[in-house]
C-alpha cells in the first residue's frame, strides 16, 4: 500500500522545499504529498509551486487560517491513499522513512499507528546533540527512552511518545473515525491526537531513526508561545472523552490527568526557559511539583537539566 504525506504549512517557506525533497529522496516512490498551506502570508506558495510538477505533489490553501488541525484534517480528507504521515512543514524524512514505517503496518495488520524515533536538528539540519558532544555523554546517564508497543491508552494518557507527526505513518480511517483530528485544541494537539487514535487499536515501534525533526526561532517550542490554559483544555477535551472514560477505571484516570497536568505545567515552565524568560518558569514549575509532590525531586532535576540544556544550546549558537 502507499501513503498521502500531508503537510500543514503556514508561513514555512524557509524550510518547505528542504522538507519536500525528503519526501523525493525516498526510497518508496508510491507515495503522493499534500501540501495544506494554512492562508500563510509569506513565499511558502511560490516555494512549493515548482515541486507540483511533479503529479505526487498537491498544493491546496486554505480560506483563512484555520489552525494546524484543520490543515492535517482536510489534507486527510483529500488523501487517495490509506495511510497517511502528518508531516509538519520544517522535518526532514530519513530516506528509508515511508519503507520501514509502512513495512511495519503490513507485518502488524491490526496496528493503527507505527513510529519510529526522532532526532532533533537547528533551522539548519545540524544534530542539537552531535556524537560524543558533552550533551551526548550527559545523555547516557539517563534512562532509555520507552518505546511502548500494543494498545497504548494509558501509556499515551501519560505521556506522549510522538514528538511530531512525521516520525509516524497511521491509518488514514482510523484518524478519520476516532475524530482526533477534530478536537479543536489548540495546544498539545499531536498528544491528544495520537491519544485518542489509540482508542482504535495497536501501535508499534520501528527501532529506527526516521525523521529529523527541526527546531527553529520562531517555532512553539523555541518561542514560549503555547498557553497553559490551552494546553490544560486539551487534557480535559482527551481525558472527559468517553472512549477514555470507558476504557480508563476513574480513579487511575484522576491519578493519570494529575500526572499530565504536572507533565504540562513542567512542560510550561521549559518553554519559558526556551525563550529566555526563566523568571517565568518558577510559577508553572511550582505549580506542577505541588500537583504530584512525591515527583517533586525528580521535576526539580529535570529542571535543572533543561537549564544546563539550555545553557549548552546557547553556547554552541555563539560558536
Not at 47 to 71: C, G, H, S
Not at 243 to 252: L, M
Not at 291 to 309: H, I, K, N, T
Amino acid at each position: 500500500m502507499a501513503v498521502s504525506v500531508v503537510i500543514p504549512a503556514y508561513n514555512a517557506g524557509p524550510y518547505i522545499a528542504t522538507t519536500l525533497r525528503s519526501v523525493l529522496a525516498q526510497t518508496r516512490t508510491d507515495w503522493e504529498v499534500i501540501v495544506v498551506d494554512d492562508c500563510s502570508t509569506d513565499d511558502t506558495a511560490a516555494m512549493v509551486a515548482p515541486f507540483t510538477a511533479d503529479p505526487r505533489i498537491r498544493y491546496v490553501r486554505q480560506p483563512e487560517n484555520l489552525w494546524v488541525l484543520k490543515a492535517r484534517y482536510r489534507g486527510t480528507e483529500l488523501a487517495i491513499h490509506p495511510r497517511v504521515m502528518l508531516l509538519d512543514a520544517d522535518d526532514i524524512l530519513r530516506p528509508d522513512a515511508l519503507e520501514v514505517l509502512e513495512a511495519a503496518l503490513d507485518a502488524n495488520p491490526d496496528a493503527v499507528c507505527a513510529y519510529g524515533k526522532h532526532i532533533r536538528v537547528d533551522r539548519n539540519g545540524v544534530p542539537l546533540t552531535p556524537p560524543g558532544g558533552l550533551k551526548a555523554k550527559l545523555r547516557k546517564f539517563k534512562p532509555a527512552e520507552p518505546h511502548p508497543e500494543g494498545m497504548l491508552v494509558k501509556d499515551f494518557l501519560e505521556r506522549n511518545y510522538i514528538a511530531t507527526g512525521g516520525q509516524a505513518v497511521a491509518r488514514r480511517d482510523a484518524l478519520l473515525d476516532t475524530g482526533c483530528l477534530e478536537t479543536g485544541v489548540r495546544a498539545a494537539e499531536d498528544w491528544a491526537c495520537w491519544t485518542l487514535l489509540a482508542t482504535a487499536g495497536p501501535y508499534v515501534h520501528v527501532d529506527r531513526v526516521t525523521l529529523a525533526y527541526r527546531i527553529v526561532p520562531h517555532g512553539i517550542s523555541m518561542s514560549g508561545s503555547i498557553r497553559i490554559d490551552n494546553v490544560l483544555k486539551a487534557l480535559d477535551v482527551v481525558f472527559n472523552d468517553a472512549r477514555i472514560r470507558a476504557t480508563v477505571p476513574d480513579k487511575q484516570r484522576r491519578a493519570l490527568y494529575a500526572r499530565r497536568k504536572a507533565h504540562a505545567l513542567r512542560y510550561a515552565a521549559s518553554l519559558c526557559v526556551n525563550s529566555d524568560r526563566l523568571a517565568a518558569a518558577f510559577k508553572p514549575l511550582f505549580a506542577a511539583m505541588r500537583a504530584v509532590p512525591l515527583e517533586a525531586p525528580a521535576y526539580a532535576v529535570s529542571f535543572l537539566g533543561v537549564l544546563v540544556a539550555h545553557r549548552l544550546n546557547r553556547r554552541a549558537q555563539i560558536s
